[in-house]
């Protein structure tokens, strides 16, 4: 990053559904309305956009703590209104998670950074110029700092940022170490309580848990729904363990998905594929479990779901062949008879 990079303050992000967040990272206006700085973009300035991505970074890689830390890419759009951006954030990284959290008050906005030596301004008026040039391939950032809409451009070696605090990183373990050693100390410290837990989401401090409790007799409650908490952790020297006490946490289902108006095809997807995944998971434990509990998954309704996902593949381009189809229902057959 150029140190004497100038960058210049768009406007509030927003934070939308599933971790994306979006807004203006420039605004076009005109000679009559410009920034304090006597300056003003429109639709004619040249970007030097080579596609509809921007590097996307925090505070323009200038954060103690993150450093040079990328989003990856904000995909950029231009309207009438200006360039809107947007990018998707880990929400199972803490960090990007804090920012989210922080776009959802309010307090995040979108910051362009161009190489001063590659600005160009040409005089519109008295005092009022036309940027004509102004990179932004490079540097879309987001930033806490308050998003004014008529600030003025400043030099990047200036900027300074608040520090986004998280909870300390466990070192030295993968994630599946981690994993492991979560789920056995949750089911010491909750055996007797649960009848069967699984972990949906691993952050650095907590983990998300969906959980069916115990029926009168001491076994798992399939017929129940399950809850979903947020279980607080953290691990010491020697991975020692301490789970802390869990909070139940809103849980989207399926059903809130459709009811939402506002709710786009990909973010339903996401639901369905969700709610699915949490079905496999309970007709397994089922099966693995139906003769201490003594039930079995429902043919009914696995047939039922059988059936929706054929014609799910139906949609696919180019269809699924129905021979195909026929083969896997044959297999299926034939496994179920072996059993």
Same mark, same amino acid.
């Given at each position: *990053?150029?140190?004497?990079?100038? %960058?210049?303050?768009?406007?509030?992000?927003?934070?939308?559904?599933?971790?994306?967040?979006?807004?203006?990272?420039?605004?076009?206006?005109?000679?009559?309305?410009?920034?304090?700085?006597?300056?003003?973009?429109?639709?004619?300035?040249?970007?030097?956009?080579?596609?509809? !991505?921007?590097?996307?970074?925090?505070?323009?890689?200038?954060?103690?703590?993150? &450093?040079?830390?990328?989003?990856?890419?904000?995909?950029?759009?231009?309207?009438? %209104?200006?360039?809107?951006?947007?990018?998707?954030?880990?929400? #199972?990284?803490?960090?990007?998670?804090?920012?989210? &959290? $922080?776009?959802?008050?309010?307090? $995040?906005?979108?910051?362009?950074?161009?190489?001063?030596?590659?600005?160009?301004?040409?005089?519109?008026?008295?005092?009022?110029?036309?940027?004509?040039?102004?990179?932004? $391939?490079?540097?879309?950032?987001?930033? @806490?700092?308050?998003?004014? @809409?008529?600030? /003025?451009? *400043?030099?990047?070696?200036?900027?300074?940022?608040?520090?986004?605090?998280?909870?300390?990183?466990?070192?030295?373990?993968?994630? /599946?170490?981690? *994993?492991?050693?979560?789920?056995? +100390?949750?089911?010491?410290?909750?055996?007797?309580?649960?009848?069967?837990?699984?972990?949906?989401?691993?952050?650095?401090?907590?983990?998300?848990?969906?959980?069916?409790?115990?029926?009168?007799?001491?076994?798992?409650?399939?017929?129940?729904?399950?809850?979903?908490?947020?279980?607080?952790?953290?691990?010491?020297?020697?991975?020692?363990?301490?789970?802390?006490?869990?909070?139940?946490?809103?849980?989207?289902? %399926?059903?809130?998905?459709?009811?939402?108006?506002?709710?786009?095809?990909?973010?339903?997807?996401?639901?369905?594929?969700?709610? +699915?995944?949490?079905?496999?998971?309970?007709?397994?434990?089922? #099966?693995?479990?139906?003769?201490?509990? #003594?039930?079995? @998954?429902?043919?009914?309704?696995? #047939?039922?779901?059988?059936?929706?996902?054929?014609?799910?593949? !139906?949609?696919?381009? @180019?269809?699924?062949?129905?021979?195909? *189809?026929?083969?896997?229902?044959?297999?299926?057959?034939?496994?179920?008879?072996?059993?």
């Amino acid at each position: *990053m150029n140190p004497d990079a100038l %960058v210049r303050y768009g406007h509030e992000v927003k934070a939308l559904p599933g971790g994306v967040v979006g807004g203006y990272l420039v605004r076009f206006t005109d000679e009559t309305s410009p920034d304090l700085a006597g300056d003003f973009f429109t639709k004619d300035t040249n970007f030097g956009l080579l596609g509809d !991505a921007a590097l996307c970074w925090y505070g323009h890689g200038q954060d103690a703590t993150l &450093g040079k830390k990328s989003f990856g890419t904000a995909s950029l759009k231009v309207d009438d %209104v200006g360039i809107w951006a947007e990018t998707q954030l880990n929400l #199972r990284d803490a960090y990007e998670a804090a920012i989210y &959290g $922080m776009a959802k008050k309010g307090l $995040m906005g979108w910051s362009s950074g161009a190489p001063a030596h590659l600005v160009e301004r040409e005089a519109k008026s008295d005092g009022v110029y036309w940027i004509k040039t102004w990179p932004l $391939m490079c540097d879309a950032s987001l930033t @806490p700092i308050p998003c004014e @809409p008529r600030n /003025s451009a *400043m030099p990047i070696k200036s900027v300074t940022l608040p520090q986004i605090e998280v909870e300390t990183k466990s070192k030295g373990l993968s994630a /599946s170490d981690k *994993m492991d050693l979560l789920k056995g +100390a949750i089911t010491a410290k909750f055996s007797g309580s649960w009848g069967y837990f699984y972990i949906c989401d691993l952050y650095d401090a907590s983990v998300i848990v969906n959980v069916y409790g115990l029926d009168e007799d001491g076994y798992t409650d399939w017929d129940s729904p399950s809850v979903r908490y947020e279980v607080p952790y953290s691990i010491s020297a020697g991975n020692v363990v301490t789970i802390g006490d869990p909070v139940a946490v809103v849980r989207k289902t %399926v059903y809130e998905a459709v009811a939402a108006k506002d709710v786009t095809f990909a973010n339903q997807s996401e639901f369905v594929l969700a709610a +699915a995944q949490d079905y496999l998971q309970r007709a397994e434990a089922y #099966r693995d479990l139906k003769a201490r509990d #003594r039930r079995d @998954p429902a043919p009914a309704r696995i #047939r039922e779901l059988k059936a929706i996902g054929q014609k799910l593949l !139906a949609l696919t381009e @180019p269809p699924v062949p129905v021979d195909v *189809m026929g083969a896997l229902a044959a297999n299926e057959i034939a496994l179920s008879q072996r059993r």
